[in-house]
Nanobody, 122 residues
Framework: QVQLVESGGGLVQPGGSLRLSCVVS????????MAWYRQASGKQRVLIAR???????IYADSVKGRFTISRDNGKNTVYLQVTSGKPEDTAVYYC????????????????WGQGTQVTVSS
C-alpha cells in the first residue's frame, strides 16, 4: 500500500526558514508528479508547488521566489524549502503524489500525506 509521510514542520519566526520532506513508500511502478498543498484554518486546501517527473516546476504566486520544491527520485522523496517565512504561510502542509500503479495501463492514482503543521510567528 502506498503511503506518504511528511516531516519537518514546526514553528519558525517571520523571515525564517525550514524544510519539509515527504517520503513515498509502498509498491508502485513510478511516481509522476509530486506536489505540496496547504490549508490555513477556515480556508480551502490550495496548491503551492508541483514538480513533474522531468523536474519542471510550477509555483503559486504567493510563494514564488520564497519556496523551492525539489525531489530525489532515488529516495522517492519530495522537499519544500521555505524561506522568508510570513505569518500568512501558517497552515497545515500536505504532500501529494500521482503514482503509477499498473505497469500495463500506466494509470495514475493520487495519494495524500497526513499533513504537517507550519506556524510562522514571533
Amino acid at each position: 500500500q502506498v503511503q506518504l509521510v511528511e516531516s519537518g514542520g514546526g514553528l519558525v519566526q517571520p523571515g525564517g526558514s525550514l524544510r519539509l520532506s515527504c517520503v513515498v513508500s509502498g509498491p508502485n511502478y513510478g511516481i509522476d508528479s509530486m506536489a505540496w498543498y496547504r490549508q490555513a484554518s477556515g480556508k480551502q486546501r490550495v496548491l503551492i508547488a508541483r514538480i513533474m517527473s522531468d523536474g519542471s516546476t510550477i509555483y503559486a504566486d504567493s510563494v514564488k521566489g520564497r519556496f523551492t520544491i525539489s525531489r530525489d527520485n532515488g529516495k522517492n522523496t519530495v522537499y519544500l524549502q521555505v524561506t522568508s517565512g510570513k505569518p500568512e504561510d501558517t497552515a497545515v502542509y500536505y504532500c501529494n503524489a500521482h503514482v503509477r500503479m499498473s505497469p500495463i495501463t500506466g494509470r495514475l492514482t493520487e495519494f495524500w500525506g497526513q499533513g504537517t503543521q507550519v506556524t510562522v510567528s514571533s
